[in-house]
């Protein structure tokens, strides 16, 4: 099969969020790799931060579960909220880059806009999605997006996936 397009990139993004009339904002900052990094930032950007879990079952099914930061996510039971064929682990790099056009580090909501072939199911956690505001990072990990949790819903449709709002946290 052959693999998609080049992954687009934040410009590409912010071009098609715009299109869709969808309010964003983005902050630039150093690169962060992990939530405990990009907690210095919380003072400056309001609304709900985010954490991406991209995980895989056993029938190589794709599933990217986005959440609140802090939540924490039972990889032991979650495949049973989602409908996974069985227990979950995490999908390999080179997947995540195939699929969502994004590195380990970058992993975000917004990466579904690479994924032109559906091979990914998008999971919001219920409770991150209560929030007005929700905060990933536009397919780098050297800034955040900011965007309402019912225009992320809309880009997400937009894309042509049907994103899930499911309690995947504990």
Same mark, same amino acid.
């Given at each position: /099969?052959?693999?998609?397009?080049?992954?687009?990139?934040?410009?590409?993004?912010?071009?098609?969020?715009?299109?869709?009339?969808?309010?964003?904002?983005? /902050?630039? $900052?150093?690169?962060?790799?992990?939530? !405990?990094?990009?907690?210095?930032?919380?003072?400056?950007?309001?609304?709900?931060?985010?954490?991406?879990?991209? %995980?895989?079952?056993?029938?190589?099914?794709?599933?990217?579960?986005?959440?609140?930061? +802090?939540? %924490?996510v039972d990889l032991k039971t979650?495949?049973?909220?989602?409908?996974? !064929?069985?227990?979950?682990?995490?999908?390999?790099?080179?997947?995540? /880059?195939?699929?969502?056009?994004?590195?380990?580090?970058? %992993?975000? !909501?917004?990466?579904?806009? +690479? &994924?032109?072939?559906?091979? %990914?199911?998008?999971?919001?956690?219920?409770?991150? /999605?209560?929030?007005?505001?929700?905060?990933? $990072?536009?397919?780098? +990990? &050297?800034?955040?997006?900011?965007?309402?949790?019912?225009?992320?819903?809309?880009?997400?449709?937009?894309?042509? $996936?049907?994103?899930?709002?499911?309690?995947?946290?504990?």
């Open positions: /099969m052959m693999p998609d397009a080049q992954p687009k990139t934040p410009d590409d993004l912010f071009r098609f969020l715009d299109s869709l009339g969808i309010a964003h904002k983005t /902050m630039r $900052h150093q690169p962060v790799f992990t939530v !405990a990094e990009s907690v210095a930032l919380r003072d400056e950007i309001p609304g709900g931060h985010t954490k991406n879990l991209f %995980v895989k079952d056993r029938k190589d099914n794709y599933f990217l579960l986005t959440v609140e930061e +802090n939540a %924490v979650v495949h049973t909220v989602i409908g996974a !064929a069985g227990k979950v682990s995490f999908g390999k790099p080179e997947k995540l /880059m195939e699929y969502l056009g994004v590195i380990p580090g970058a %992993v975000t !909501a917004f990466g579904i806009v +690479n &994924d032109t072939g559906h091979h %990914v199911r998008i999971v919001l956690d219920e409770n991150l /999605m209560k929030e007005e505001i929700v905060n990933c $990072h536009p397919l780098s +990990n &050297d800034a955040t997006t900011s965007i309402a949790s019912s225009d992320l819903l809309r880009f997400i449709e937009a894309t042509g $996936h049907e994103p899930l709002v499911l309690k995947v946290t504990a």
